[in-house]
């Protein structure tokens, strides 16, 4: 089986989710955001903070993010771990 790159230069990324409107929505652990690959093109979604681990598309639209809190030596001591909600339109 081959595999087909479809991005680079990203951290550590996790828990990919399918949006409804096709978009793939991914955690980079290492800069505390949500990326969001469509059409080709990657962008930013939102800005967690700390270290994103992991997310799911909720039923109601919104992304549910499993925040492992902060990344030793980022200098980022806001994020607490839990589980985050993002709306679809990247509101943490």
């Known amino acids: 089986m ?3 790159p479809l991005a680079s230069n990203i951290g550590f990324a996790e828990g990919p989710a399918v949006m409804p409107d096709g978009a793939v929505v991914f955690c980079d652990g290492n800069t ?12 930013r979604f939102a800005v967690t903070g700390g270290s994103p681990w992991g997310l ?3 039923s ?5 993010v499993t925040q492992g809190g902060n990344v030793p030596g980022s200098g980022d001591s806001s994020a607490v771990c839990g589980i985050q ?6 509101r943490v």
Do not use: I, K, N, S
């Open 2 to 4: 081959h595999g087909t």
């Open 32 to 43: 505390g955001e949500l990326l969001r690959w469509q059409d080709g093109e990657l962008g």
């Open 56 to 58: 799911a598309l909720g």
């Open 60 to 64: 109601d639209g919104a992304v549910y």
């Open 85 to 90: 909600r993002v709306d679809a339109d990247g």
